[in-house]
């Protein structure tokens, strides 16, 4: 009776753990934009942060794009603005970094914050418009 006992809380608890899991996954997908919608936000004045290194962003990013690598991000938080409400579209070369970058700003507070899914290699697949060179902002 007793070993039913703890099979069934144990099959309870393994349960509520991979639905807890199911809840953040749903949960990551939903900050997560494509591209095109990462573009709109732009558009309408989103800040579009790219957490790439320098010598990434030099090859090519979007134009009107922030570069803030995200080894630097921690520190350089202000850059970003006062208003933690604005609306903050993080991009990298796969969407990995900028994934880290959300929950770094989720953490800071702002509420706003999306990743950008599939990063600059999706944006480029999608033919959307990059600049290259070592045109830095």
């Not at 290194?53 to 991000?73: D, F, K, N, R």
Request: hydrophobic letters at 50%; aromatic letters at 2%.
């Amino acid at each position: 009776m007793k070993i039913k006992l703890v099979q069934s809380l144990l099959v309870l608890a393994l349960m509520t753990l991979a639905t807890s899991g199911a809840v953040l996954a749903a949960a990551e997908v939903a900050k997560t934009v494509d591209v095109k919608q990462a573009l709109v936000m732009h558009d309408a004045g989103a800040l579009l942060l790219d957490v790439r290194e320098v010598s990434e962003y030099a090859e090519s990013h979007v134009a009107g794009s922030t570069l803030i690598p995200l080894g630097q991000l921690k520190h350089r938080l202000l850059e970003i603005g006062a208003d933690k409400s604005k609306p903050v579209a993080l991009i990298c070369r796969s969407g990995r970094r900028s994934a880290e970058a959300l929950k770094l700003l989720e953490q800071a507070g702002f509420s706003a914050a999306v990743n950008v899914g599939g990063g600059m290699i999706a944006w480029q697949k999608a033919g959307l418009p990059v600049v290259t060179g070592a045109q830095l902002r």
